[in-house]
Structure formats: C-alpha cells, structure tokens
C-alpha cells in the first residue's frame, strides 16, 4: 500500500516523476465526507453572519433601487438619446458571463475526463445559478413597465400580439432562460447523491426531513447509478454545445446591429472566451477564501488553482487578441465610421474607461505565465479581481462607447450613470453574495460523491487492495 | 406474528470487496439483488452483469418530439399566421432565424428527458424503502458498500443466505423486514 501522504506543502512535487493525487492529506472516504459537510452541520461561524448580513445590506440596496426604478420609470437612470442602453446591459452581459465557468466546468472538463473538475463543480455551478439570476434580473427592470414582462414570451392573448422570432433580443430570452433552467436541472441532478449523505447524517427531523424530499428515495443502489451516470453524460453533453451558444447569442444583440463597433462577425468568438475568462475569475475570486474559511484545503488543491489560472491566461489571451483584432479590421474594412469609433475608444472621451480594460484583462492575465504567481493563492485572488474589473469594464467599453458616438456627430451624447444605476450595479451583488452565503451554509459545497470517484481507492482494482489481498493469502 | 421479510443486507467495506462479492452473486445465478455504493463504482456493472443504461432514448425521445419539432412548428406558425408582420422584406418562414429558439428548446426537453427519465427508470422519487430500516445502511451515503438480496429471488433462501453472504467478505449481515 503507498503510504506517501501529500500535503499542501509537498504536492507541487515535479509530475514526470510522480503526481500528488486530487485528494490530499491521506483522506479517506469518511474523512471526505466529514470535510464537506463541517460547514452545513456545525455551528454558524461569526465570519459567515457577517458576510450574510453585508450580503443582505446590499440586496436592500437594490430593492430599494428597483422599487424607486418601477414607480418612476427608466428616467432615474442616466439613459439618455443615443445611450439607450446603458448599466443595465452592461451588468446583463457581466453576469450572464460569470454564469459561464460553472456549466464550462460540470460539463466541458466532464467530457474531458478533467478529474480536478470535482473539487470545485458544485459551487461553481451554483456559482453559476446566482450570476444568472442576476443577469436575468437585469432585462427583466429594464422593459420599464415590468408587468408587460410576459410579452416576451407566445402567450396566447386578447390583442393577438405575438413576439418576433427573428429577432436576436427574443433568442436571448430563450437562451438565458433556458441556460438557467438547465444548469439548475444539472446542478440539482449532481445534488441528489450529496443530498442522501446529509440525509442520511442528518440529527433533526427538520433537516432529515427536508434533505430526505429532494434527495428523493436515493439508496446508493448500482442499477439507480448506471441510469444516472448515463443522465449526467448527457446533460454534459447537451450543456456544452448550449453553454457555446448563449454568449454567442448574447453577442448576436449587438452584432446583428449596423452600429460601428458593434456590427462585427468576432462577437460570439469573443464574447463566449471573454465569459469563460470572466467566469474562472470569480470562481477564483470565491473559492479561494472559501477553502480557507472552510478548511477544505485538501479538497480544493493549489492545483485547482493552478489549472484555473492556466484557463485565465489562455482565455485572457484570446480576448487580448480579439482587442487587436477589431482594430486591424476596423483599419482593414476602409470603412470611415469603423474606424473612427475604435479610434474613439481608445482616445475619445471614454479613454479611461478603455484603458481601464485593456490593463485588467490583458496586462493581468499575462502575469499567470509565471508559475509562482499561478501557485500562490493570494497572488492569484488579487488578479481574479482585476479580471472581474476589467471583464465589466469591457462591456461598458462596447456598449457605451459605440452608442455615444454612432454616426452622426448632431445626435453624439456623453453618459453618466445616476445614483440608482450604481444601487443596481452594487445591489445585483447583493443578490448574488446572499444567495451564495446561503448555499454554502445549507448544501455541501464540494460535490461529495463525485470527489470520491477521483479518489485511487475509488477503483476496485487500485494496487492497494490486491497488496493487502496478496499479503493475506500468502 | 411473523413479519414479511424483505431481504438480506450485506455490508462490505471497500470497493475490491465489493466488487468481487459481486462477481459471485452474479454467478450464483440471483436475479433480484442490486449493490449499494456511496459514488459510482466503475466497472461494477459488468461484474453485476447489467445491461446499458436507456435513459438516452428517453432524452432523445424528449428533445425530438417535445422539442425540436414543436418549437419550429411553432414560431413557424406564430411568424406566417399567428402576426403576419414584413419585417425588412423578409419570407413569412426564415427558418434560418429560427434555428436558436429551436436548438434551446430542444436543449432544454433534452434535459429534462435525462433528469425525469433517470427517475423514472430507476422508480424514484418514492418516500421510502425497506432498506432505510437498516441503521449500518446509513453509511451506504458515506463511505460503507452493501449488497442487498431480496426474499422474492426465487433462490433466497432464510435460513442460508447470512452464511452466503458471510462466506463472501461480508463484514455485516442483517435480515431486514419489509
């Protein structure tokens, strides 16, 4: 039997030679499962109340915003003629970015066979559940009279007013919507399992009662297995290619625009590496305190990190390459308006805002080829927060800087959020803080059961057990 | 009077255990049984000698017939006689633009295909099972590997089926009610 134990301090050991496992600190099955649960069975911790309280500060904030922003209308924000679309898409396309890196990770490093994905699947996933209910929050307040909302949707109604299918705005109805419901469908599918250990641990009848009706009758039985094996690989598959899909989408709103600077074919390209990056980065932004504060450092590794930090650099690349790109085109189609609204980006009024961007997501991720860096959390949860910074900044670059400025300078206007557009902005976080705060402290964060597959002793032909089997025969 | 018995419970303490104990049962010709794991154990379908899984058919099924089609039909029909509207000189049916709503949809009747058809292959969701009266299956969830053989096998046998199970690697065995 391999007696070798690895730790936080020795896994990094060179991976020709030999390669720490996922699970370190010689854990066992049990101890896997005691890991996890600590956080949702023990006491509260005073660090979880306050951020749970500063979470629920901010969701105020933003109830109180959109309450003041139904009763008088859109006009409290600083909407103005051209820059119809301000904070509210920039914050829109923000977090449905986010909500990328958790079905990326459940389903696109599941096909891969990635194993390190089980670390940190669960929690991106609901991760990824929390940005785009905030994403969707946004569209919803900004149709102004919000109880016309069901418009969006073919309802059969009275005037016989039916929406338009050719239109890229109502494919994003779809897509958001339904990429919603299926990473609910698959995080809840990767639940089930977790769900008949708390169960089955639980002390008050409450709690039994209450993990026992969504862990639904799940008896560990191998015939049940097999089928959801088969379930999980094809929810994998389905959630890559629409995981693909709806930042293309996303992108096709302004894309299949004639605005300068919007009209472009490298949208869903760039817009789908720009989510992903964005993505990683508050995975990375959440979990490494998280694995701190929950002592899960066996669990979530610094290789977790490491391989996390590799996506930002080779993602970041790719936005810091589309960057380059517009502009070559925009020089590249002699088309006079293109060129000037990229000019005007990077020297016009919103200059700063421009290179605000371009230092957070092209600077920073470069930083990650230094394995130092990729390999000291601190380092790399600074740098998730300049990502975060510049992922948001980028969106307001496309959004406002093309609007402002379209083609006719008589109808040029500068825009300046008011008040209540920063109550949305800091307020969505409050939505997503309070939501995350909760799961973390009622549902195992780690995905307990798929972490044990990972594990050497997972396989019933793992050299240690022939060993022991040999030693007792002989 | 006494009560109906449900079946025995065999209680293993690893994979390798388990795996092989499977291997046995398979071969000893029981047909009502089944393995209880904590995570998935791969492999352990062969040495059961399960078939592969049909829940696929059932997403296909789903996404097809619940999805793709209606969801084309129905734009389809919303654009040419639901509103008429000409928009940009465009045909009343540009199925081009319909192509996204109709792969999101069919996306999501695929999933929803995977989820309910893994439940309802397996008979889930149910309020309980007599296994659940078992207090070492507690551990089934945790980190402990059982094999259950019901009393309605034709092969079951009361009397025998505790030295059977015993003379496999069981650690536990336990008779459990219905």
């Known amino acids: ?474 | 009077m006494a009560k109906k018995l449900y079946g025995a419970l065999a209680q293993f303490e690893n994979p390798a255990e388990l795996y092989h104990a499977c291997e046995h049962v398979r071969d000893a010709g029981y047909m009502k049984w089944d393995a209880h794991t904590p995570f998935p154990v791969h492999g352990l379908e062969n040495a059961m000698g399960l078939k592969r899984s049909k829940v696929p058919w059932v997403s296909l099924a789903m996404a097809l017939l619940c999805g793709t089609i209606p969801a084309f039909l129905g734009q389809a029909w919303v654009s040419s006689i639901g509103s008429q509207q000409v928009i940009s000189a465009k045909p009343m049916i540009p199925w081009q633009a319909f192509i996204p709503v109709t792969f999101e949809v069919s996306v999501l009747m695929g999933a929803v295909g995977a989820l309910l058809g893994m439940l309802m292959i397996n008979g889930l969701p149910r309020l309980h099972h007599s296994l659940f009266r078992s207090e070492m299956f507690e551990r089934v969830t945790d980190d402990k590997f059982f094999i259950s053989i019901e009393a309605q096998d034709p092969k079951f046998d009361a009397e025998s089926i505790s030295e059977y199970l015993s003379g496999l690697g069981a650690s536990a065995v336990e008779l459990i009610e219905d």
Not at chain 1, 28 to 51: C, I, N, S, Y
Not at chain 1, 133 to 152: D, E, M, Y
């Open chain 1, 1 to 474: 039997m391999s007696t070798k134990v690895y730790t936080e301090d020795n896994q990094l050991a060179d991976p020709v030679a030999e390669r720490a496992p996922l699970v370190l600190g010689g854990l066992d099955f049990h101890d896997v499962t005691e890991m996890v649960v600590r956080p949702v069975e023990g006491k509260t911790q005073p660090m979880w109340v306050l951020a749970f309280l500063a979470a629920l500060g901010l969701l105020g904030v933003y109830g109180l915003s959109v309450a003041w922003l139904v009763w008088e209308g859109t006009g409290v924000w600083g909407l103005n003629n051209p820059v119809a679309w301000g904070w509210a898409i920039v914050n829109f396309v923000f977090w449905v970015g986010i909500g990328h890196a958790g079905t990326l990770i459940s389903a696109i490093l599941f096909l891969f066979r990635q194993k390190w994905r089980t670390g940190i699947n669960r929690a991106a996933e609901a991760m990824t559940l929390f940005a785009v209910a905030c994403a969707l929050s946004f569209p919803t307040i900004h149709v102004g009279r919000i109880w016309l909302l069901p418009w969006v949707f073919p309802i059969p109604n009275q005037m016989w007013a039916w929406p338009n299918f050719r239109s890229p705005l109502l494919w994003d109805v779809f897509a958001v919507s339904i990429y919603g419901t299926v990473s609910l469908l698959f995080w809840y599918t990767g639940l089930i399992p977790d769900l008949g250990t708390m169960r089955d641990r639980a002390k008050g009848k409450i709690a039994r009662f209450a993990y026992g009706l969504f862990a639904l009758g799940w008896r560990g039985s191998h015939r049940h297995w097999v089928n959801y094996e088969a379930a999980y690989l094809i929810l994998a598959g389905l959630s890559t290619p629409l995981v693909l899909s709806v930042h293309t989408i996303v992108s096709f709103d302004f894309a299949t625009s004639q605005l300068p600077g919007w009209h472009t074919t490298i949208f869903p390209p760039y817009f789908v590496a720009g989510a992903i990056f964005s993505g990683f980065a508050m995975v990375l932004t959440l979990m490494i305190p998280c694995r701190v504060i929950f002592q899960m450092k066996e669990l979530i590794t610094v290789r977790h990190i490491e391989n996390m930090a590799k996506i930002i650099l080779l993602t970041g690349s790719m936005v810091g390459y589309a960057y380059a790109m517009e502009f070559f085109i925009a020089w590249y189609s002699g088309n006079d308006y293109e060129v000037f609204a990229f000019v005007n980006r990077a020297f016009g009024q919103y200059a700063w805002a421009y290179w605000i961007m371009i230092s957070c997501n092209v600077i920073t991720p470069q930083l990650f080829w230094i394995k130092k860096f990729r390999t000291t959390p601190i380092i790399v949860f600074v740098l998730s927060i300049f990502v975060n910074i510049g992922m948001w900044f980028e969106r307001f670059v496309i959004t406002v800087t093309s609007l402002a400025a379209d083609f006719l300078p008589s109808s040029w206007a500068y825009y300046s959020p008011t008040i209540f557009d920063l109550g949305c902005l800091i307020g969505s976080f409050g939505l997503f803080f309070t939501l995350f705060t909760l799961f973390v402290r009622f549902l195992p964060m780690v995905a307990i059961a798929e972490v044990k597959t990972v594990m050497p002793e997972a396989d019933p032909h793992w050299h240690g057990y022939h060993d022991a089997h040999d030693e007792a025969a002989a």
